[in-house]
Structures are given as C-alpha cells and as structure tokens.
C-alpha cells in the first residue's frame, strides 16, 4: 500500500516562504499518479489546494494561484509545494495523496503543519 509522508511545514510570517515535499513510499508507479495537495484549516472542511497530473500540468485554487506552485520529482517519488506570499489564512495543516477519477485515492498520510503568523 502506498503512503504519503508530507514535510518542510513550519511557522512562518506573513509574506514569507516555505516549501513542502511529499514522498510516495511503496509505489513502483508514482509517475503515472496524478497527485493533489489539501489543506485543512481548524474547524473547516478540507480543501483542495492544487494539483499536478502524471505529465506535469498544474491547477490550483483560487486563493493560492501566482503564490503556490507544485512541481514533480518522479525519480524521487516526490511532489513538492513551493508556497510564496503566505498569508493568516494559508495556516493549516497540509497533506498530500493521489488523485483518482477527480477525488481523492487512497489513505492520509499525517500531514504537515503550516502556521502564518507574525
């Protein structure tokens, strides 16, 4: 069974930068994966904020579009999360998974904690 470690989170203030990477353990075919990040806010429902198909193409969210940016690393099993521009409100924990068929595939890995706050 594959699973995703997220890392790279962090307190950070606002305007600053972080990046998060996502390693796919267990997997021969992480190439071919389409591969989301989500975020979850306290008290809120998750929510997509980004996603990189198997031949690198991207889309994002309105909130983070010109901040955020994903990029890919298959050699490495790897997706990572360039965040620029961070605001309050990017503050919550980030996660990483496979996208399948428009939703999200397989289990959460642990996520990684983003805090923006001076």
């Known amino acids: 069974q594959v699973q995703f470690v997220e890392s790279g989170g962090g307190l950070v203030q606002p305007g600053g930068s972080l990046r998060l990477s996502c390693v796919a353990s267990?997997?021969?075919?992480?190439?071919?994966?389409?591969m989301g990040w989500y975020r979850q806010a306290p008290e809120k429902e998750r929510e997509l904020v980004g996603s990189?198909?198997?031949?690198?193409?991207?889309s994002y969210a309105h909130s983070v579009k010109g901040r955020f940016t994903i990029s890919r690393d298959n050699a490495k099993n790897t997706v990572y999360l360039q965040m620029n521009s961070l605001k309050p409100e990017d503050t919550a924990v980030y996660y990483c998974?496979?996208?399948?068929?428009?939703?999200?595939?397989?289990?959460w890995g642990q996520g990684t904690q983003v805090t923006v706050s001076s």
């Open positions: 998974i496979r996208i399948r068929a428009g939703r999200p595939f397989g289990s």
């Open positions: 267990g997997s021969t075919g992480f190439y071919i994966y389409d």
């Open positions: 990189i198909v198997n031949v690198g193409r991207t």
